[in-house]
């Protein structure tokens, strides 16, 4: 079973539709949750980042963090073509003594999303 | 644009053969971090620098390796390269090591190996 699970879609959506994108994921350890939009020949480019649990909000886009169900969100209100992309989230522990943990993202396969007009 | 470069954009090469990926990190970042993208593997964590020091790695390969220079941009060097390494290599920097530091990512080598 993998670490984190991410439904890889693809999602297809009007314009101006919600968006809901979720993953899951089993080590009690991640503390830090990211979400990240990737164009096609593209990196991933960082959309949210939060820590531990609560929701956080930036424009269009909301961040849910359940730590106690292992369940984290992302909601794109008013969805726009240009949302059409491929979306990932990540997470990664808090570095440990051992130092095998400094920083790594654990990433979900990603979700491919079209927003279409 | 992230402010992470890397070179060359797509790289095709035969079996056997050695390549070396090159990764500029944003201005003032001193941890790199490299990963590994293929269709069936996702987005998977190699390696990790900050300020010249390896400080974690992954499933990385023994037939990879990489360093960080005294300037801090990062070298990945793949060799006696097999069908299966064709993916893409994403370099991404931070402002230090650490979970509580946002990683962002340049826009990959793509590696081709026929």
């Known amino acids: 079973q993998k670490e984190v699970e991410q439904d890889p879609g693809p999602l297809s959506v009007p314009e101006g539709a919600i968006v809901s994108l979720n993953c899951t994921y089993s080590?009690?350890?991640?503390?830090?949750f990211m979400w990240y939009r990737q164009y096609s020949r593209k990196g991933p480019e960082l959309l949210m980042y939060?820590?531990?649990?609560g929701n956080k909000e930036d424009g269009r886009f909301t961040a849910q963090v359940d730590k106690s169900s292992k369940y984290i969100s992302l909601f794109i209100r008013d969805s726009q073509p240009s949302d059409s992309a491929t979306y990932l989230c990540?997470?990664?522990?808090?570095?440990?003594?051992?130092?095998?943990?400094?920083?790594?993202?654990?990433f979900g396969q990603g979700t491919i999303l079209t927003v279409h007009p | 644009d992230s402010g992470v470069t890397q070179t060359p954009k797509h790289l095709i090469t035969a079996t056997g053969q050695r390549v070396t990926l090159r990764c500029s990190p944003r201005?003032?970042?001193?941890?790199v971090y490299w990963y590994q993208q293929s269709l069936d593997q996702g987005l998977q964590f190699l390696i990790q620098?900050?300020?010249?020091?390896?400080?974690a790695k992954g499933n990385i390969l023994e037939r990879f390796s990489a360093q960080q220079f005294p300037d801090l941009h990062s070298e990945l060097n793949l060799s006696s390269l097999e069908l299966g390494d064709s993916a893409l290599y994403f370099c991404?920097?931070?402002?230090?090591?650490?979970?509580?530091?946002?990683?962002?990512f340049g826009d990959g080598t793509r590696l081709s190996i026929l």
């Open positions: 080590n009690s350890a991640f503390q830090y």
């Open positions: 620098y900050y300020n010249g020091e390896e400080r």
């Open positions: 991404a920097s931070s402002v230090a090591p650490g979970s509580n530091q946002p990683q962002h």
């Open positions: 201005s003032g970042d001193l941890s």
């Open positions: 939060t820590y531990s649990s």
């Open positions: 990540a997470m990664s522990a808090p570095a440990n003594a051992g130092g095998t943990s400094y920083g790594k993202l654990t």
